[in-house]
Each structure stands twice: as structure tokens, then as C-alpha cells.
């Protein structure tokens, strides 16, 4: 049996940086300022602003790893996911009304439009499934073991390159690509 108090059976923090999430986060918004009119409710670039605005101060309060003292900016993570999945809920709404009821806009621009909205709520899923997955990345960056929500293959592999794996954010966009395709 191994001391508890050794340093060498302890897992290392898992450390997760943002700047994936905010990637997507800023491809979503760019996404939604290229939606024909007919898609948006308000001015074009009211929402995508408010959301520019939430992601600045995300990214600011720990631009280079997500920390447990990062924790207090969950609820600013959770309404940013919110508000970009009622957004993209609105524009689909107003998509099928278009197609169903007959629009002045173009049917390319239609598909297209899907497209963009189809790619957003991959990225919605990713996001939540990253926010929600073993209670967010910021319970994940304290170390303390939780049993996950989602299993990655990687989990359940022995040996040292496996030992301390945690799943990513790519990793749950991938899982949302998958679950949506």
C-alpha cells in the first residue's frame, strides 16, 4: 500500500486553457453577423457584441489556464452559453418560418445560413458538454477526482500515457460533431 502522503501517486492538477472555447465562441460570432436579415432579431451586432463583451471578461480573469480561482466565472461561462443557444434557437425558428411561409431571400443564402446555424449549436453542445462533463474546467483544474459524465475511450486505457488523460475542449466539440452529424 502506498503512502498518501507521497507525491508520486498524486495526480497532477489537470490545467485547462480557454482559448479553444473562445475560438469557437468567436466563430459563432462571427457566424451570426454574416445571418441574412431576415435570421436576427434587433441590430445585427447587438448580440454579438453583448457576447464579445462576456468573452473579453472570461478570457481576462485567466487568459492562459482555467484555475480553481476561476471558479466565480462559471455563471458568466453558463450565461454566455445561454444567450449564444437562444440566439441560435431564434435564428432557427426564423429559418423554417422562411423556408415554410415563403422569403425574399434566396435559397443559397438559406442553406448557407442553415450551415452556419447547424455549426453554431455544435459548437452550443461543445460548449455545455465542456461546462457540464465532471462539473466544468474549473472543478477539473483542482485535481480532486469526480466520476465523469462522458466517457472518452482514453479513460478506460492502462498505462502511463493514459494515467493523468482528460478529456479537452476539442474534445467535446468532437463529441457534439458526432452527436449531431
Known amino acids: 500500500m502506498s503512502d498518501p502522503s507521497s507525491t508520486e501517486d498524486r495526480a497532477e492538477p489537470y490545467r ?24 436576427i432579431l434587433g441590430s ?17 480573469t485567466n487568459p492562459t ?11 458568466g461561462s453558463i450565461a ?6 437562444a440566439a441560435n434557437t431564434l435564428s432557427l425558428g426564423l429559418l423554417v418560418d422562411s423556408l415554410l411561409n415563403g ?3 434566396s435559397g443559397r443564402t438559406l442553406i448557407l445560413a442553415a450551415i ?22 474549473h472543478s477539473r483544474s483542482t485535481g480532486v477526482p469526480v466520476d465523469p459524465d462522458l466517457l472518452f475511450p482514453q479513460m ?8 493523468n488523460w482528460a478529456p479537452k475542449f476539442v474534445d467535446y466539440l468532437y463529441v457534439s460533431f458526432t452527436n449531431s452529424t
Open 16 to 39: 485547462e486553457s480557454r482559448w479553444g472555447a473562445a475560438a469557437a465562441v468567436l466563430a459563432v460570432v462571427c457566424v451570426q453577423i454574416v445571418l441574412p436579415s431576415s435570421l
Open 44 to 60: 445585427r451586432y447587438l448580440l454579438p457584441g453583448v457576447e464579445v463583451v462576456l468573452l473579453v471578461a472570461l478570457v481576462a
Open 65 to 75: 489556464k482555467l484555475t480553481a480561482k476561476s471558479r466565480d466565472m462559471r455563471a
Open 80 to 85: 454566455l452559453l445561454l444567450l449564444i443557444g
Open 103 to 105: 422569403s425574399t431571400t
Open 116 to 137: 452556419g446555424i447547424w455549426l453554431t449549436n455544435v459548437v452550443v453542445f461543445g460548449l455545455a458538454y465542456w461546462e457540464l462533463d465532471l462539473h466544468g474546467p
Open 156 to 163: 478506460t486505457l492502462d498505462g502511463p500515457r493514459f494515467h
